[in-house]
Every structure is written in structure tokens, then in C-alpha cells.
């Protein structure tokens, strides 16, 4: 319900600007009501914006009358002169001359974004909107844009190119069969479960870039840690091979909680966490080597069986932070990674785990358009679906490294968050599809 559409004040500061050093000034203040207390002649209002929390002070019977009836998380703009506070938890407050109510909040609502009544996970995210309003929600994706902003940061200082890549294509990427499929107009199309293909033609005539981006997998997982949509941070580059790309994304992980460590201060406190940057270098294992510490756990594999959850599990006991999982068989990777030249068996390759939880998979490029049909029909698919991109390899590829990041669950570890559900806005499961 709205109370007028004629914005009478405007907003003049953030409520994180002000201080008790601006005693006397007169400012105008927007935000919801988080609290409100009468008490006679006076009624004092804990006034909240994106940056901070007020105490605004309302005397005269006109402006009593018209909070009267006011209901908590209503949004108001407030015109006022700062003073000195006497409460135990303001430095200042806010003595209101003039009170403009913009829009009042139902009652009851959906939930109560205080946090003083808890609700579960999907009425909150039911209510995402209004659950931002709840400081620790607030506090995840005040993060989530730091991290982003350390990605950007690292990738462009290292001479990477920002791109977008079409999310509806015309065949499956990676020949995978777990594709979400629509019909384009008269024509089969699939929504694009990673950038590969087109970040490898990039470095043909770009050579260094990156794509911060959606893409979908129509995996019906029903785990805390599988979306259906999710964000994933690329990276493809030419003249490089998987050990620089595995330092790239070493670096880029360092400075990201160097980063957040420094800048979200506040948000660690609200969230009860404390971030620190891990040490480097990360830790680099074999397949080879990782099969035979799980058989010292009497789990019995063999070089080329995959490594499963269990196993995974297993091996994060060992391995608890940040560690390189590389040179995986041949036979469990697709079909543009390059075979070690020592060994056919063995993939140029690697994983980034955290303990048991995968985060990034990577590895050094096939560019040699004969070995790469020859490997799409090893694999049993068919190299004239993937003409428009062999062609590229034609006009002088260049040998080429990238991984691709899954930045979700990289907050959840950041934020110490096992449900990865939290850390997205609007997140996509089997089940949830609204709002």
C-alpha cells in the first residue's frame, strides 16, 4: 500500500555516513521501519538502510499521529537534526521534523527479515526480496559482490578480456546428455551448460579472456549443493599450458579472500565467520597418487575408475582446504583435453577441490583438428554436430589452457555456508522454479 507517489523529501545521506561529530546538521534519511517503540510523547523509530541503522526521534502530535499506526518494515523518509543519544546502543539520533511515509508494510508478513522469529529455507526464499532485508542474508550478498569485484580485478590485471557467449545454442556443447531443450522458433535448441566451445575459438583472435555467467544442467540432483542454474567463472587462454592456468587460478582464489577479508569486515562479523587467506601453494595431488591413499583406506580402485562422492569424502579427510586433483585417465574427461605426450593415458587436467567438494575442473586444450574428430568419435559423437566449431581450428588455433569456476560454491565455503541455496538470489532446483 502506497502512501503517496509525490516524493516531498529526498534523500540526502546514507545513514553509514553519519556521525555524532554532525551534531546539528540537518539531514534527510530514507529507509524501513525495523523497530518502533511508543513511549507517551515520545515514539522512537530504528530507522534501516542498505549501509547502516538509526534512531530517529518523533515528538509533536502531528507527526505521532502519523506513525501511530505505522507497521514495522514500512518505508519512510525522514527529515531531521542530529543530536547527541542517550541509548546504550546510538552515538546519535535523529530528532524528526518532518516524516514522509512512502509505503506501508502489510501485517503479518511472510517472514520476519529481524530474524527474531526463524523461518525455514524455502519461505525465506519464497520471500527472497524481503529476506534481504535480514542483515546476515544482506551480509552473504554484500560478499558475493566483493568476490565478484576481486575476480574482475585479478583477470583484467593479468591482461584477460571480459566476453559474453550466447546461453541459447544450437547443439549440445560438450555432448553431454543433460541439456535443458527448447524449441527455437522451428529449429532444436538447448540453454548452454558451460562457455567451452566458444571460449576456445576466443583465444584464436582475442587470446586471454574470461565470462562470468549462467548456464544450466538439467541434472535433477536433489543435494545442498547442485543448482540447476548456476554461476560460473571461465577463463580460456592462448600460449599457455594447465600448470599456468592452475597458477592463474591459485591467484585468483588468494586474492579473492585477501580481498573479502579486508573489505567485508562488518559482514564477517554479522555472519559470526572469520575469513583469511589460504596458504599458497595450494596443494597438487595425482589421480594416481589419490587412488593409492584411499586404497590405505581399503577403498580398492583402479586407474581409470572414476572417483565418487564417497571417495571424495574420503580424501577431503586427508586433504581438508584448497588442493590441486590432477592428471586424471584419459577416459573420464571430455574430449578436447590433451593427453600427456608421455603417457596417452593420462590427461593434461585438473580439479580444484576443497576437502571433499569440487569447485573447478580445468585443463590444457586439444588444437589439432584431426586429433579432436578422431576423439569426438572415440567418445561416440558426431564430429559434423561440432563442424562450426572444428572449422575454427583451420584458420591457425593456437594451444590453449582454461578452467571454469563455479562461484557458488565458492561463496559457500567463503561464507561458511554448506547450502549453496543460500548463497544465490533466486536459485533453480528440480523443484523450485518461482519466484
Not at 169 to 191: C, D, R
Not at 249 to 261: A, D, G, P, Q, T
Request: hydrophobic letters at 40%; charged letters at 25%; glycine letters at 6%.
Amino acid at each position: 500500500m502506497r502512501e503517496s507517489d509525490n516524493l516531498e523529501l529526498k534523500k540526502t545521506h546514507y545513514i553509514g555516513t553519519l556521525a555524532l561529530s554532525m551534531k546539528g546538521q540537518q539531514v534527510v534519511v530514507g529507509g524501513w521501519v525495523e523497530d518502533l517503540r511508543e513511549l507517551g510523547k515520545l515514539t522512537f523509530i530504528t530507522l534501516r538502510d542498505i549501509t547502516g541503522v538509526a534512531q530517529i526521534v518523533v515528538v509533536g502530535a502531528d507527526n505521532l499521529k502519523q506513525v501511530a499506526n505505522l507497521n514495522r518494515q514500512s518505508v519512510v523518509c525522514i527529515s531531521g537534526i542530529i543530536q547527541e543519544s542517550k541509548a546504550r546502543d546510538f552515538a546519535y539520533e535523529i530528532k524528526a521534523e518532518k516524516i514522509e511515509i512512502l509505503s506501508r508494510a502489510v501485517h503479518p508478513l511472510p517472514i520476519d527479515p529481524i530474524g527474531r522469529l526463524e523461518s525455514n529455507i524455502d519461505n525465506r526464499l519464497n520471500a527472497r526480496a524481503l529476506d534481504l532485508r535480514n542483515q546476515k542474508t544482506a551480509s552473504i550478498f554484500k560478499i558475493r559482490h566483493h568476490v565478484l569485484l576481486s575476480i574482475r580485478k585479478t583477470l583484467s590485471e593479468l591482461g584477460f578480456l571480459e566476453v559474453n557467449t550466447p546461453k541459447i545454442i544450437g547443439s549440445a556443447s560438450e555432448g553431454g546428455a543433460n541439456l535443458f531443450s527448447l524449441k527455437y522458433f522451428e529449429k532444436q535448441a538447448y540453454l548452454a551448460q558451460s562457455p567451452q566451445l566458444y571460449k576456445e575459438q576466443l583465444t584464436l583472435g582475442l587470446e586471454k579472456i574470461f565470462e562470468i555467467a549462467s548456464f544450466y544442467r538439467a541434472e535433477k540432483s536433489h543435494t545442498v549443493r547442485h543448482l540447476t542454474e548456476f554461476t560460473s567463472v571461465d577463463i580460456e587462454a592462448a600460449f599457455l599450458d594447465y600448470a599456468d592456468v592452475m597458477e592463474i587460478l591459485e591467484k585468483l582464489i588468494s586474492s579473492v579472500f585477501e580481498h573479502v577479508e579486508k573489505n567485508c569486515i562488518q559482514e564477517q562479523k554479522t555472519l559470526g565467520i572469520e575469513i583469511r587467506k589460504p596458504k599458497t601453494p595450494f596443494e597438487r595431488i595425482s589421480y594416481k597418487q589419490a587412488i593409492e591413499e584411499l586404497s590405505k583406506r581399503d577403498i580398492s580402485l583402479t586407474f581409470g575408475d572414476d572417483l565418487m562422492d564417497s571417495h571424495l569424502r574420503t580424501l577431503g579427510e586427508v586433504h581438508p582446504g584448497f588442493y590441486f586433483l590432477m592428471d586424471w585417465p584419459m577416459k573420464l574427461k571430455p574430449f578436447y583435453i590433451h593427453e600427456k605426450e608421455d603417457n596417452p593415458d593420462v590427461s593434461k587436467s585438473f580439479d580444484l577441490q576443497y576437502g571433499y567438494l569440487e569447485l573447478s575442473s580445468g585443463g590444457q586444450r586439444l588444437y589439432d583438428p584431426a586429433k579432436i574428430r578422431s576423439r569426438l568419435i572415440e567418445q561416440g559423437l558426431n564430429p559434423s554436430q561440432f563442424e562450426d566449431h572444428l572449422k575454427t581450428f583451420d584458420w591457425g588455433m593456437p594451444p590453449h589452457s582454461g578452467w571454469g569456476l563455479g562461484l557458488d560454491r565458492l561463496m559457500s565455503i567463503i561464507t561458511k555456508i554448506d547450502n549453496v541455496r543460500e548463497v544465490v538470489l533466486y536459485p533453480r532446483d528440480p523443484e523450485r522454479l518461482f519466484p
